[in-house]
């Protein structure tokens, strides 16, 4: 069936250092694609999403590209800052249907 | 706007018992999704209504979780009797439409923690 493969956590980084967390999917079709981020003790929140091959989805200086070829969408950031110590989500949803799939979550914290 | 409501935020309650959740969506949203996320993992669709018909129930253990939402507004979810391993974090969503579509999003509430003892 389709699922999310995300990377294990925690990952600690200093602030201002460069973050990637990897996701890979499996589907039988072309999923949409989302990272979600739940800060401590908040609601999941949509943080970026892209709906088709070779979509950048960007928000709040994070980055994810579609890639079908690998079947990924890995998130970036260029320079963390303490804010964004969080536990973060990659998802996908198939087109024919309207249920998010969820990865198991990666826990990022940053020190300052 | 106000955004998805549930209450309570915490539970706790021995096994067999029963206990119930509560979530009211954002204002006009037609779709409800409740989520169940056990620690370490991430959620799991449980029901999925559409006003008040239920679209999608196909995770939903139905010898001890029911779920309604009448008038097709707030919904509750309902475990009878709890297991163990029915601790997790129980997260209701909406979304504007059906949920299907690259504009339509599920907005998530803050969650309902159960541990059962």
């Known amino acids: 069936g389709d699922s999310v493969t995300q990377m294990e956590g925690p990952v600690t980084l200093s602030e201002e250092a460069f973050l990637t967390i990897n996701c890979t999917y499996t589907a039988t079709g072309y999923p949409s694609l989302f990272w979600y981020v739940q800060y401590p003790g908040e609601g999941l929140q949509l943080l970026l999403k892209?709906?088709?091959?070779?979509d950048k989805g960007s928000n709040k200086g994070f980055e994810a590209t579609y890639r079908k070829e690998t079947t990924s969408f890995h998130l970036e950031k260029g320079s963390v800052q303490v804010s964004d110590s969080a536990v973060y989500f990659c998802a996908l949803r198939m087109d024919s249907s309207y249920k998010l799939i969820f990865g198991s979550g990666t826990r990022l914290l940053v020190r300052p | 706007e106000a955004g998805v409501a549930q209450s309570p935020r915490y539970k706790i309650i021995e096994k067999r018992q029963s206990v119930a959740f509560w979530c009211n969506p954002i204002?006009?949203?037609?779709?409800l999704y409740w989520y169940q996320q056990i620690l370490g993992q991430g959620p799991k669709l449980l029901i999925q209504f559409q006003n008040n018909g239920v679209v999608d129930d196909s995770q939903l253990p139905k010898d001890r979780f029911s779920a309604e939402r009448l008038k097709g507004v707030d919904s509750t979810l309902k475990i009878q009797p709890a297991k163990l391993e029915d601790s997790a974090v129980y997260l209701c969503?909406?979304?504007?439409?059906?949920?299907?579509?690259?504009?339509?999003?599920?907005?998530f509430g803050p969650g309902t923690r159960l541990t059962v003892l």
């Open positions: 969503a909406s979304s504007l439409g059906a949920g299907w579509g690259s504009t339509d999003t599920q907005y």
């Open positions: 204002s006009g949203h037609a779709t």
């Open positions: 892209a709906t088709k091959a070779d």
